[in-house]
């Protein structure tokens, strides 16, 4: 696995965590959330990037 898709999938990983968290607390504000779903989304789209890269340059 190449360092951008391991770096996106933490990325993602890491934005649903805080979007359920926040979701759960009624404190946060819920920019937060959309925060979280935007971390979401450019963790998936990096993971798929890296890949394609990945696979591109292997062979």
Known sequence: MSRITTVSLATGL????????VALVAAFPTALIAVGYAMMFLG???????SVLARSLAG
């Open 14 to 21: 890491l934005g649903l965590v805080m979007s359920m968290t």
């Open 44 to 50: 998936a789209i990096g993971s798929v990037v890296g």
